[in-house]
């Protein structure tokens, strides 16, 4: 049983993080590619900016770093998918929020992958995919992917479960209602009693103590995104709308920056851990409006 992840698996995860992340990219740069329709299609397809980054500890110890990657294009509004590697210590006060990490000190290894799309089309539903491996006095896995349309199309909703569903079904016939459940818990916004969107799934603090299996699991869950949600975007991506659609995307982005703002663990965990303001808030949509 493998309770406490060593060097190798820490190296194993954060070079899957490394690999997925090029793959998304090269399958969102394709998609960039094909568009033939929206007002857009005349435009020069985008590509990636890669941005590197350093950390440093309270002590002026190197802390790791990570790597931005961000394209803003004529089917991708905005889309970040960021990798980093860190350690170090958590504050006193931070450190009783974290499982493990009082018995050794605040002590930790944080190791992932983050993404969020944000889609030029109001039919193409904007997306969050991530995945993490962290380790104090404890290890564990984490992570979810979960869909935010403006405009919910029931197929891409069936979908998206459906695909994470089998997924989930592979590994352990538990996970999914497990999961799914977490996520509509998580991703809901308590101040206007509704959920950021139609969900997907979302777990944390994973460890059975059977790394391989585990891992496995978590990789499955970033192959079915890169899957899923590809063929998600090219169903819709050349439809047109409306003044009025944007406007009602536009309102919908505020509810998705909103959450993250106010609620998200990622951000939080980010920003406690003297992390990269700009990776942290990558998420944000880069237009929205409130009412």
């Not at 309770?3 to 793959?23: G, I, M, P, T, V």
């Not at 210590?89 to 190791?111: C, H």
Request: charged residues 25%; glycine residues 8%.
């Amino acid at each position: 049983m493998t309770l406490h992840f060593d060097q190798s698996q820490k190296d194993e995860a954060a070079a899957f993080f490394k690999d997925l992340r090029n793959r998304i990219c090269a399958a969102f740069e394709d998609i960039e590619t094909e568009l033939t329709g929206t007002i857009h299609q005349n435009k020069k397809p985008a590509t990636f900016e890669r941005t590197p980054w350093d950390r440093t500890n309270e002590d002026g110890s190197h802390g790791g770093g990570g790597e931005m990657s961000v394209m803003k294009g004529r089917v991708f509004e905005k889309v970040g998918v960021n990798i980093s590697t860190v350690t170090g210590v958590f504050s006193p006060e931070f450190r009783e929020k974290i499982p493990g990490a009082i018995e050794n000190d605040g002590q930790f290894f944080a190791a992932g992958i983050s993404l969020v799309a944000h889609m030029r089309s109001p039919f193409v539903p904007a997306v969050h995919m991530n995945l993490r491996m962290i380790t104090t006095s404890k290890s564990w896995l984490g992570g979810g992917a979960d869909l935010n349309p403006v405009y919910p199309n029931d197929e891409d909703t069936q979908k998206f479960h459906d695909d994470l569903k089998a997924c989930c079904d592979k590994h352990n016939p538990n996970y999914y209602a497990d999961y799914k459940a977490w996520c509509d818990t998580y991703f809901f916004l308590p101040h206007r009693n509704e959920m950021r969107g139609v969900g997907g799934i979302f777990f944390d603090y994973l460890n059975t103590g059977d790394f391989n299996a585990d891992f496995a699991f978590q990789k499955d869950v970033g192959e079915t995104f890169l899957k899923t949600y590809p063929e998600i975007v090219r169903t819709h991506m050349n439809r047109g709308w409306t003044p009025e659609q944007r406007e009602h995307q536009l309102i919908r982005r505020g509810r998705y920056a909103e959450f993250n703002l106010l609620y998200d663990r990622g951000t939080v965990f980010g920003l406690k851990t003297n992390g990269n303001v700009d990776a942290i808030l990558m998420s944000m949509p880069p237009e929205a409006k409130w009412v």
